[in-house]
């Protein structure tokens, strides 16, 4: 199995960047696909981005489609989410999770989630 554990949250203005990344404890990362959530104050939790085991496929919503970027280093055992152009609605406490299966925007077809890592953006 996997652990993730998010880093690089913070505090950023309107239009600004952040890289989210992920580490995923375990010698079999490889072997899961991974995938971005976010979860905004009294809303669900919902998809951002998910990578395939190999990284050649990958998934965007379409609130971020254009602005976030997903990618992964399997020597590194980490996932990387790019986020540009913020706006204020991408506040939300961000998930990594792993999945043993397919990558889907599914939230419950992933089997490991990190702590989550709060993102704010300021208008």
């Known amino acids: 199995q996997v652990q993730p554990v998010e880093s690089g949250g913070g505090l950023v203005q309107a239009g600004g960047s952040l890289r989210l990344s992920c580490a995923a404890s375990g010698r079999t990362f490889s072997n899961y696909g991974m995938g971005w959530f976010r979860q905004a104050p009294g809303k669900e939790r919902e998809f951002v981005a998910a990578?395939?085991?190999?990284?050649?496929?990958?998934f965007i919503a379409n609130s971020v489609k254009g602005r976030f970027t997903i990618s992964r280093d399997n020597a590194k055992n980490t996932v990387y989410l790019q986020m540009n152009s913020l706006e204020p609605e991408d506040t939300a406490v961000y998930y990594c999770?792993?999945?043993?299966?397919?990558?889907?925007?599914?939230?419950?077809?992933?089997?490991?989630w990190g702590q989550g890592n709060q993102v704010t953006v300021s208008s």
């Open positions: 999770a792993a999945t043993r299966g397919s990558v889907t925007t599914n939230v419950h077809n992933y089997d490991y």
């Open positions: 990578i395939n085991r190999i990284g050649g496929v990958t």
